[in-house]
């Protein structure tokens, strides 16, 4: 009885080991900021003042398709869920498709398109910018942090493009980047570790 306890507790140890290497492979941000320009991009209109979150999550492993030690391009990095923008007036949703460049000396670029309904043969481009960093970056790798008080700069952009000539039409929207916030390690995860714990130390204590 004991002895299967123990394959038990053992077999459960490796899941949860398993799950955490898995999650170390992405990471996942929450956004938050103000409006500075009000406009309206893909039926949704935004006004000063309004406050815009967001969330995405990348994979670590992505591939650098830029061989310069100095810029990095991720192309799609972005994995479920995609990344979501919400605003006081509606949501727009951007599915895989970002495009994260990090720059040693110019900061961080996180930017994604999706086609924009209310202007035929356009798309909509946002733009996370972390530009001019007070100290240049470590490497030109995909950040597992983003701390603000490191750039001059932090601020976004949703526009719509001329998918032919890449000239904005429709009113964009321009906003301050205020928070960037790296989600912790998934709470069911968290309960299971605290589970185990609980269950060895409830095994102890009879064997004991």
């Known amino acids: 009885m004991k002895i299967s306890r123990l394959l038990g507790l053992i077999y459960a140890f490796v899941f949860c080991v398993s799950a955490l290497s898995a999650n170390a492979t992405t990471i996942t941000y929450t956004v938050s900021g103000t409006v500075t320009d009000g406009g309206s991009i893909g039926g949704v209109g935004a006004s000063v003042g309004d ?7 990348y994979n670590l492993a992505t591939p650098d398709s830029n061989p310069d030690p ?14 979501k923008i919400t605003l006081p007036n509606g949501s727009i949703v951007f599915e895989p498709g970002l495009l994260v460049t990090v720059g040693v000396f110019e900061g961080i670029n996180i930017a994604s398109g999706l086609s924009d309904p209310t202007f035929p043969g356009s798309f909509i481009d946002i733009d996370f910018r972390f530009f001019d960093p007070i100290m240049p970056l470590a490497s030109d790798a995909l950040p597992t942090t983003i701390d603000l008080n490191n750039f001059n700069s932090a601020t976004g952009a949703f526009s719509s493009l001329n998918s032919a000539t890449f000239e904005p039409v429709g009113d964009p929207i321009y906003f301050s980047i205020d928070t960037m916030t790296v989600v912790p390690i998934p709470s069911a995860i968290l309960l299971f570790v605290s589970g185990l714990l609980g269950v060895l130390g409830l095994t102890r204590k009879k064997i004991a």
């Open 51 to 57: 406050l815009i979150t967001g969330e995405f999550t």
């Open 70 to 83: 100095a810029f990095g391009n991720y192309i799609d990095p972005i994995i479920t869920p995609p990344l």
